[in-house]
Structure formats: structure tokens, C-alpha cells
């Protein structure tokens, strides 16, 4: 990895803390959108995989550090993001070879709905249930309005993602 490519990962997790701490919209009880669910899904779409799961696994441990959080969530929480980036950057990778935008925009909301319940849902619950001591089942439950939450976020900002793909890319590559 070159020092350009670095740097834009590290650009990316400072948008992605700075959009979970600056625009918080609430929407459960006392949890917020996470909005910065749209720079991981921008990385994943324009650029690779692995770079938007590395800016959710290190944009969440910096947003629950910075944040006053501290420890919890944060573990299920950022594993649950790298699993996010690999089932939803594995798939889309298949799924660019679909020529029509508008199929392409719906097959990877699919996807991304399926990764952010097997990254939240599952992974983040399985996690969570042992740092805090509590039944899967319990953490399963609990965790339910992160992955609605979160799912939603990354299938809105797909939209975004295909308005910024040759933009992004020039500024990138160029």
C-alpha cells in the first residue's frame, strides 16, 4: 500500500467519525443514525473492500474513544463493520459486472442489508453477549434497531455512491 493510499483511508476515517459525532439524528430511544456509514459505503463502492471495512473497523473504535464511549459496543461494533465491508464489497464485486445502474443499486442494497445483519446482528451480538455477560439471544434482540439503523443508512447512501463514483476516482487515481 502506497502513502497516497494510506492517507485517503485516514481522510476516510476522520469523516467517518466526524459524520457519527457532528450530524447525529436520533431515531431509537437513544440511538442515532450513524452516518458515517456513508463514507464506509462510498470506500466500498468507488475504491475497495477492505479499505471502507478498515475505515468502519478504526472510524468506530475512534468515535467510541473520542465520543466518551469508551469500550462498549466498540468490539462487536468494529468487527461487525469489517464483516460489513467483506460481504458487501465480495458481492458488489460481482455485482458491477450488471450493466444497468439501477439493478446494480438494488442487488447491492440486498447485499448490504445481508452483511449488516450477519455484521450486526450476528457477529456484533455474539461479541457483545460476551464482553457483557448477557445471553446471545438478549444481545440479538438489543441490537435489532443498530442493524435497521445502520442497514438504512448504507442502502440511502447508495444513491450518493453512484453520483460520486467517477469523481471519486479522478480525485483518487489521478
Known amino acids: 500500500m502506497k502513502v497516497k493510499d494510506i492517507t485517503f483511508i485516514a481522510l476516510g476515517v476522520a469523516l467517518f467519525v466526524v459524520l457519527s459525532m457532528c450530524l447525529r439524528v436520533p431515531v431509537f430511544e437513544n440511538y442515532y443514525l450513524c452516518l458515517g456509514y456513508i463514507v ?8 475497495k473492500w477492505y479499505e471502507g471495512a478498515i475505515i468502519g473497523f478504526f472510524g468506530v473504535i475512534l468515535y467510541c474513544l473520542i465520543g466518551g464511549l469508551g469500550f462498549n459496543g466498540m468490539p462487536g461494533w468494529s468487527v461487525g463493520n469489517i464483516v460489513i465491508g467483506l460481504i458487501t464489497g465480495i458481492s458488489l464485486k460481482y455485482i458491477k459486472r450488471v450493466k444497468n445502474k439501477t439493478l446494480q443499486v438494488m442487488l447491492t442494497a440486498c447485499a448490504a442489508i445481508a452483511g449488516t445483519f450477519v455484521g450486526i446482528e450476528l457477529i456484533k451480538s455474539l461479541i457483545d453477549s460476551f464482553v457483557v455477560g448477557q445471553p446471545f439471544t438478549v444481545r440479538f434482540v438489543k441490537n435489532m ?6 442497514a438504512f443508512v448504507i442502502v440511502a447512501s447508495l444513491p450518493i455512491c453512484v453520483l460520486l463514483e467517477n469523481s471519486a476516482k479522478k480525485i483518487r487515481y489521478e
Do not use: E, G, H, N
Open 145 to 150: 434497531t443498530s442493524f435497521i439503523a445502520d
Open 40 to 47: 464506509m459505503t462510498v470506500y466500498i463502492w468507488c475504491f
